[in-house]
């Protein structure tokens, strides 16, 4: 029996869109150098790939649903029936910078909110043919497998994800103090570059956790269900789970989430006026010491003399 036909039906036109899309960009990956790139705005990048897979996506979706909405990265809202309370939330390609550098971490995100809230995720990996699937009281799934969020319960025993600063204007120093209170209590931190595919990957326990500023909903849609289904929580660094449209995410099993919001929630836009302040202190301070650094020795002020035997 082919395990699709258990699958929500919307889940599936979900899926032969995120495959369709899959294959326009496995394509392309053949011959990555002479895919055409634009630049958004500085370090954020947009390829016809990106517009190709969104095209196919939509063309699928509408196909079978003409009535419902669309929310896509790249054309916005202008497609679909935008007064529906069904909106299907798309980035058609999520890990551009990966893809234009041949680096095989990206991937297609596709998610559907009734009234606000999502209900159905699709999250497809090309280059591995991984495919993440959740229906909102169903559980989830990577390759019609049920997934688990990982049962680690101490945080220095995990490993976590998340997502450097690279726009102009983002807080470096900020985020900098965030990784340094991280990294020091786990057991690793990794950046992948694809926020979606980093949630898909708590959901499946291959990362305890995951934390991120400055995404967008259809960098999160799909993936925060995954993680919801699988057992985990997702919400906004201060814990709130209202966090879609926030600009700021964090997912973890339960017991590491509690940890993570004790450690980053002071850095939420959403934290007490205490707690900004004393964030903007430290982070002050870490720039001046950053400014106030001596350059690096050049070689010819190293001593040259053979160090001692032991």
Same mark, same amino acid.
């Given at each position: ?13 979900? %899926? ?12 392309? &990956?053949?011959? @990555?150098?002479? @895919? ?9 990048? %947009? ?65 559907? &909110? ?27 799934? +990577? ?39 991280? +990294? ?36 999160? &849609? ?56 004393? @964030? ?26 053979? &160090?001692?035997?032991?």
């Amino acid at each position: 029996m082919n395990p699709s036909t258990n699958l929500h039906p919307m889940i599936n036109v979900a %899926v032969k869109a995120a495959r369709a899309a899959g294959a326009i960009i496995n394509r392309a &990956a053949l011959d @990555v150098e002479s @895919v055409r790139v634009s630049q958004k705005q500085v370090n954020d990048f %947009v390829t016809e790939v990106d517009q190709a897979s969104e095209q196919i996506i939509i063309e699928t979706l509408l196909g079978a649903y003409p009535g419902h909405a669309i929310w896509a990265e790249e054309s916005g809202r202008e497609h679909g029936a935008q007064d529906s309370e069904y909106v299907w939330i798309i980035d058609p390609l999520d890990g551009t910078t990966n893809f234009i550098h041949g680096l095989p971490i990206y991937c297609v995100s596709i998610a559907l &909110a009734v009234k606000g809230k999502v209900e159905q995720a699709v999250i497809y990996d090309p280059s591995r043919n991984d495919l993440f699937t959740a229906t909102k009281g169903r559980g989830a799934y +990577m390759n019609n497998r049920r997934m688990r969020v990982a049962k680690r319960t101490r945080l220095q025993e995990c490993l976590v994800s998340t997502g450097f600063p690279f726009r102009q204007g983002d807080d470096f120093n900020s985020y900098l103090r965030m990784m340094g209170d991280i +990294m020091q209590r786990t057991a690793g931190l990794r950046r992948p570059g694809a926020a979606a595919l980093d949630l898909a990957y708590v959901a499946a326990g291959f990362t305890d956790g995951f934390f991120e500023s400055g995404l967008h909903p259809w960098d999160v &849609a799909a993936g925060s269900l995954l993680v919801t289904e699988a057992g985990g929580l997702v919400g906004n660094l201060s814990g709130d789970a209202d966090f879609l449209e926030q600009r700021e995410c964090l997912a973890a099993n339960p017991r590491i989430y509690g940890q993570m919001v004790s450690i980053l929630g002071k850095y939420s836009k959403f934290a007490s006026a205490g707690e900004k302040a004393a @964030v903007r202190a430290a982070v002050a301070d870490l720039a001046h010491a950053r400014h106030a650094e001596p350059p690096a020795a050049s070689t010819s002020d190293l001593d040259t003399e053979p &160090a001692a035997p032991f």
